[in-house]
DNA sequence: AGAAAATACGCAAACGTTTTCGAAATAATA
DNA sequence: TATTATTTCGAAAACGTTTGCGTATTTTCT
């Protein structure tokens, strides 16, 4: 219905046979310039384009790649697509986007739609729950090209991109601590994931190395819901010893953490200093603003889809390289780490 | 490579023909209980997959539903994306999201490309640029379902989903006024998109309701660039009779607002009260919170997904019908509004 | 028991491409 | 001029489904 004239169709009018048509269109040497012209003209008038699915058919290619993230409502993540959708769109590829919400079980079930071929590979960060990784390690294991960013997934041995996650860190509860901050918490969504446990890890040192001695109390898990969230945090902010610092993994929980304030008589960054990871445009605009840990995520995005047209568009690529790309994030230092 | 085993290899290995095993997967009458089971199972076993472009080639239908968005970095088209996903997703329908960055050539380009049929279904919201709607009007013509949200396009007759633009902002100018604003500002992106000019209309008509007089200087077109969108409003607010209370038709402009106020010696709410359209879960975090009309996006969305679903699905089902669907958004007051 | 109807399955075409192979027609070479 | 290359195109198969039609087998009815 929608679809207009055939390839068939086109060489009939042309009274020349498909092959023919086909490879003029495909600009192949065997046709002439001339029945090359007169095929592209007539192809232009009478609006010709070609079936995408005959094609993939075919070509077994689907011109398509599918992006699977934990969540849309999120900066960073929409920074990552448009950096992939300004690389791939060059190449005539399209995206298929899909979001778990941070659900295994949705995770799984879209892995494995994706198992059919409809697209060509598979960039994704895994959901926060994703300790079961068998659904990925079946792609794996057929050649599908998956490429990890962010949240990834360290045992499939493909390549992978993620920021300085230990190193920032340190860097960042550094200054937490250089701010005043005796008794530091760290907030994150899930034990089970990479980059948890990373930055918990450049967390732990920065405490160790300044002699400080962590109350595990302090290290919180917390979960999808935002009402809980509040909740957790606020009972963990009114207790006697309370924390005096906040590194968040991921902004979802420094965001929590500004309503849970809002709930306690404490004050931002008087009594609780607050740094998070975050590619807010509008950290700035907080109230306090928020000193945040940003990622270089349209880089990323591009980086990702860059190595992955490499991939599926030279002849005889190897398989993704099993490597870990490293791009460093930054410190940008707000309101919210003052010292008053 | 990534696909498995074809229906007619399964069937070899039943010792059936391709059509039996085809039938029987699709359920159909025509095929016995007994052999149904056998090949079930069998599909189960050696994990055949249908492959979709073979399917998609035959039927005619890709099981696609292609998104066009102006932006993704923005609360709303992502809460409306997912309103859409979580219909679609359940009748095995998968989404292929664009973003046109309100370039209209990039929004002609992805327009022409979908023109071959790669997606069932356009849903889309215009970028601030189209006036020119010829890509849209070869679509319709083509009989290609688009449905339109938000920023719609008045002009093709389908189906169309907003909110209550002139009446919502109507009470929002309304408020502004009741807070002793006596001489309020509109801020937009573009003159030419629908919504704006409905916003804009209930703009004019509570100014009018309340005897005030409209400096046209005050309905400010702004642009894409947000640098300049400060520079442009930071002059707005500093000239001798500057406007002290600001309406902004999109969350965009009203971070810019906040963006020149901090350039300035003025303070929200005392100086300059601010009320804009946005869906961004923080506006009560923000310095000071930002009092907001907001859209029920996710719902909007799922209604979109609805009714194109039944279109799609259904035989027989006339073309969508030219209709404007409203869904009234919420004023949610806060402190950017206040009188102190 | 014989005819009619219902059940269960197979054959082959079709969807719109691309590509292998082969075959004319023209050009180059001996 | 006869032979060989080169250029330019066509016929047909293939990709993996679905479906109209035909047919063999079984069931039902008179």
Redesign the interface.
């Known amino acids: 219905?929608?679809?207009?004239i055939s390839l068939k169709e086109l060489a009939a009018e042309l009274k020349l046979a498909p092959s023919t048509v086909s490879r003029a269109l495909n600009d192949s040497y065997e046709i002439s310039e001339q029945t090359k012209k007169k095929v592209l003209s007539m192809a232009e008038k009478l609006n010709y384009?070609?079936?995408?699915?005959?094609r993939?058919?075919r070509e077994?290619k689907?011109k398509?790649i599918a992006v699977i993230i934990p969540e849309?409502?999120n900066?960073f993540f929409?920074?990552v697509?448009?950096g992939i959708?300004e690389i791939t769109q060059e190449h005539g590829y399209?995206?298929?986007?899909?979001?778990t919400h941070e659900d295994v079980e949705k995770e799984k079930k879209i892995v494995n739609?994706l198992?059919?071929?409809?697209a060509d590979a598979i960039v994704m960060s895994v959901s926060s729950q994703t300790s079961d990784i068998s659904h990925l390690h079946k792609l794996y294991e057929?050649?599908?090209p998956i490429l990890f960013f962010d949240r990834i997934c360290s045992e499939i041995p493909t390549t992978k991109f993620i920021t300085n996650d230990y190193q920032v860190t340190l860097e960042a509860t550094r200054h937490l601590i250089q701010q005043g901050c005796k008794r530091p918490a760290f907030l994150m969504l899930s034990e089970d994931i990479s980059i948890t446990k990373e930055r918990h890890r450049g967390f732990l040192a920065a405490l160790k190395e300044a002699g400080i001695s962590h109350n595990p109390e302090f290290s919180k898990v917390c979960c999808q819901n935002e009402e809980t969230n509040i909740e957790i945090l606020k009972n963990l902010l009114i207790q006697e010893n309370r924390p005096d610092g906040i590194l968040a993994s991921v902004e979802k929980l420094a965001?929590a953490c500004?309503?849970a304030v809002k709930k306690t008589d404490l004050k931002i960054p008087t009594d609780l200093k607050i740094i998070s990871f975050s590619n807010m445009?509008?950290a700035?605009?907080?109230?306090?603003?928020l000193t945040t840990i940003s990622q270089p995520a349209f880089s990323m995005g591009e980086e990702c889809a860059r190595i992955l047209i490499k991939k599926l568009t030279k002849t005889n690529q190897p398989a993704l390289a099993n490597e870990v790309v490293v791009i460093p994030s930054k410190i940008t230092i707000r309101a919210s780490t003052m010292v008053e």
Chains 1, 2 share one sequence.
């Open positions: 219905m929608a679809s207009g384009h070609p079936n995408p699915f005959a993939s058919l077994n689907s398509a849309r409502i900066t929409a920074q697509i448009d959708e399209h995206l298929l986007v899909y979001c739609l198992l059919n071929g409809r057929r050649g599908f965001l500004y309503q445009g509008i700035g605009l907080l109230n306090p603003s």
